[in-house]
T-cell receptor
Framework: LAKTTQPISMDSYEGQEVNITCSHNNIATNDYITWYQQFPSQGPRFIIQGYKTKVTNEVASLFIPADRKSSTLSLPRVSLSDTAVYYCLVGDMDSSYKLIFGSGTRLLVRP | GAGVSQSPSNKVTEKGKDVELRCDPISGHTALYWYRQSLGQGLEFLIYFQGNSAPDKSGLPSDRFSAERTGGSVSTLTIQRTQQEDSAVYLC?????????????FGPGTRLTVL
């Protein structure tokens, strides 16, 4: 069973860069790594996805080292509205049809 | 356009009763997923449909749980003989492509409370 590990919580201040790392030691060769954001009482929302190296979109960057056993979500210049829970998502090595969400990192952005 | 919708938004039931939770995915989305999120916890994967087919049902917590999808669209998650530990938010998501890693669009969830 694939397992992911994330920090339970992180604190930051407005305007700072925040990096959240997820470890996924047993990631399968063909698996992508996806990150989602969740606000209270809402379903998660897709942020970014990657396979290796670096991916950047308009809201975040994703860094994946060559061994792909971890990934780091980078949020540049966070604002109060970035306060949310962030999850990494990988596949379950035991099944081609199952997915594993990380336990989530609760990010609090302070003024 | 319309997003993923789920009904009911809230369901309170008594222990031992059966419940049905409904998910309407985004039109044209081939893949559909069910998750469970207990209070303050992360998301627990339950099942994944490619079209009407669920190739692996082992993520369902027990044989009291079942799910079906008809016409490649609406899906129903049924919980029989509900227990208090079934209380959680049940989230549904859909994605355009069949591959499981494609971007998922989540519904607002159904909050189930078993008394």
């Amino acid at each position: 069973l694939a397992k992911t590990t994330q920090p339970i919580s992180m604190d930051s201040y407005e305007g700072q860069e925040v990096n959240i790392t997820c470890s996924h030691n047993n990631i399968a060769t063909n698996d992508y790594i996806t990150w989602y954001q969740q606000f209270p009482s809402q379903g998660p929302r897709f942020i970014i996805q990657g396979y290796k190296t670096k991916v950047t979109n308009e809201v975040a960057s994703l860094f994946i080292p060559a061994d792909r056993k971890s990934s780091t979500l980078s949020l540049p210049r966070v604002s109060l509205s970035d306060t949310a829970v962030y999850y990494c998502l990988v596949g379950d090595m035991d099944s081609s049809y199952k997915l594993i969400f990380g336990s989530g990192t609760r990010l609090l952005v302070r003024p | 356009g319309a997003g993923v919708s789920q009904s009911p938004s809230n369901k309170v039931t008594e222990k031992g009763k059966d419940v049905e939770l409904r998910c309407d995915p985004i039109s044209g989305h081939t893949a559909l997923y069910w998750y469970r999120q207990s209070l303050g916890q992360g998301l627990e994967f339950l099942i994944y449909f490619q079209g009407n087919s669920a190739p692996d049902k082992s993520g369902l917590p027990s044989d009291r749980f079942s799910a079906e999808r008809t016409g490649g669209s609406v899906s129903t998650l049924t919980i029989q003989r509900t227990q208090q530990e079934d209380s959680a938010v049940y989230l549904c998501a859909s994605s355009f492509y069949r591959e499981r890693f494609n971007e998922q669009f989540f519904g607002p969830g159904t909050r189930l409370t078993v008394l």
